[in-house]
């Protein structure tokens, strides 16, 4: 089981920008997927990006496209979100999230339960 520790989270006003970190440590990512959730009070944890570790592919829910960036450190065993033009509705508790069985990122918007390890999540708060 891979251990995940977010950081990079706080309060900004809209159209500033954040890159939150998530840090792998006990395994690496060498295959399989990683991803960013996010979440907010009485709402299910809503799917945001993700990246195919190997493959570097992305998919981002429709919210977020043109502002957020997925990627990913291999030396570093850590995965990024760069979050440009926020908006008071991408206030939330942000989670990164990895398994190696996710072996595609394509087409659709991945599940809470499609990953296995999960960080302990990073608030992030845009004011209008």
């Known amino acids: 089981q891979v251990q995940l520790v977010e950081s990079g989270g706080g309060l900004v006003q809209a159209g500033d920008s954040l890159r939150l970190s998530c840090a792998a440590s006990g395994r690496t990512f060498r295959r399989g997927a990683v991803a960013w959730f996010r979440q907010t009070p009485g709402k299910e944890r809503e799917f945001v990006a993700a990246?195919?570790?190997?493959?570097?592919?992305?998919y981002y829910t429709d919210s977020v496209k043109g502002r957020f960036t997925i990627s990913g450190d291999n030396a570093k065993n850590t995965m990024y979100l760069q979050m440009n033009d926020l908006k008071p509705e991408d206030t939330a508790i942000y989670y990164c999230?990895?398994?190696?069985?996710?072996?595609?990122?394509?087409?659709?918007?991945?599940?809470?339960?499609?990953?296995?390890?999960w960080g302990q999540g990073t608030q992030v708060t845009v004011s209008s």
């Open positions: 990246l195919n570790w190997s493959g570097g592919n992305t």
């Open positions: 999230a990895a398994d190696p069985l996710v072996l595609s990122v394509a087409g659709r918007d991945l599940k809470e339960g499609d990953f296995g390890s």
